[in-house]
């Protein structure tokens, strides 16, 4: 696709900090279009965990990742300025160019075609990813069937032996909602301390769940019929404990990247993409807002991309007119 047209803005990234983003962008009467590489809206919530429980986002004392989403897209339509939306398209390239009215002009090349914009805000939170896999012998065969890195259906795991391998948000989150509906659930972790909400640890040492530490996973066997049984070890004793399970959940984190964004010359630390306190980055007009930023005191939770991407979107509305109002007033005001 290639377009004459120039937006406003061009947000890249479709998971919740760039639904909130694009809807923020419509109470600020911004033409907008929203671009990623995935084939649905949501980002992690929908492609790795739509049934997974959020407990951190304000208003909602539990939601459902898919549910989540969809409360957004339904946000995001709200303002009588819907968002253009292009997935399946990965962003490559970005160049900067001066319109005929003497103003500056991305243009993003996006799948076979293009997007020019005004401005840009990068929320694409890790960037592209994978689940972290572990090196266990005849692991890849058993992959999608008995042995996952993400769970989109907890009907699959009902009655059965589930071990989680992890001790991470997703790893105890997991343990915590499976606890209801498999019939056992076993947690290996390779230290004794998790790195979870304390309140999501205290709710899983209160329950059903087993919990192995230190423990990691040596072996697994099984074959098209099914799992036979998972040897682990304690990493200190070294002493081996087989387990009778029919499903290896592994949640050790991810590897990512920011792919091309990584080339297009903006400031980067560890990974991440530098803003200043207007979400700004090292090139004007280019801005983000996430898990994909590092300044320091970020925390990489939802409920802060939120934040985020609403003072990215002010400052990106100034940067596309210059007489515009940083704060835009109170929401509850308008008519």
Same mark, same amino acid.
């Given at each position: ?18 639904? +909130? @983003?694009?809807? +923020? ?11 990623? /590489? ?56 970005? @160049? ?17 075609? /293009? ?30 069937? +008995? ?77 098209? /019929? ?10 200190? @004793?070294?002493?081996? @404990? ?51 930023? /590092? ?41």
């Amino acid at each position: 696709m290639h377009t004459d047209h120039i937006h406003d803005l061009a947000i890249i990234g479709g998971g919740p900090t760039g639904l +909130y @983003t694009a809807f +923020y962008a419509g109470l600020r009467e911004m033409s907008t279009v929203l671009i990623d /590489s995935l084939d649905d809206l949501g980002g992690q919530l929908t492609a790795l965990y739509p049934e997974k429980y959020i407990f951190d986002v304000a208003g909602f004392p539990k939601v459902r990742a898919k549910e989540l989403v969809d409360r957004l897209v339904e946000q995001m339509n709200s303002t009588g300025h819907k968002p253009a939306i292009q997935l399946g398209k990965a962003v490559s390239t970005l @160049t900067e160019t001066v319109g005929e009215d003497g103003r500056g002009v991305f243009t993003l090349a996006v799948g076979e075609g /293009s997007i020019r914009a005004r401005s840009v805000i990068l929320a694409a939170g890790i960037g592209a990813f994978r689940p972290k896999s572990l090196p266990i012998p005849g692991i890849d065969a058993l992959e999608g069937k +008995y042995v996952h890195y993400s769970v989109k259906d907890t009907n699959r795991f009902k009655d059965a032996r589930v071990l989680i391998v992890g001790g991470g948000d997703s790893a105890v989150d997991w343990a915590n909602h499976l606890a209801g509906v498999a019939a056992s659930v076993h947690v290996i972790h390779r230290r004794d301390e998790f790195r979870a909400h304390e309140g999501s640890v205290t709710q899983m040492r209160a329950g059903p769940t087993k919990i192995m530490t230190p423990f990691e996973l040596k072996a697994i066997e099984g074959d098209a /019929s099914g799992l036979k049984f998972a040897s682990v070890f304690n990493n200190l @004793t070294k002493e081996e @404990t087989p387990l009778g399970v029919d499903h290896v959940l592994v949640n050790i984190g991810f590897l990512s990247s920011l792919g091309p964004i990584a080339e297009w010359g903006l400031e980067l630390k560890k990974g991440k993409v530098v803003v200043d306190t207007r979400m700004g980055t090292t090139r004007a007009g280019i801005f983000a807002a996430g898990d994909v930023v /590092s300044y320091d005191g970020k925390l990489a939770l939802i409920a802060c991309g939120f934040g985020d991407a609403a003072v990215a979107v002010c400052h990106a509305k100034m940067h596309v007119d210059p007489k515009a109002k940083l704060f835009p007033g109170h929401s509850s005001e308008k008519k």
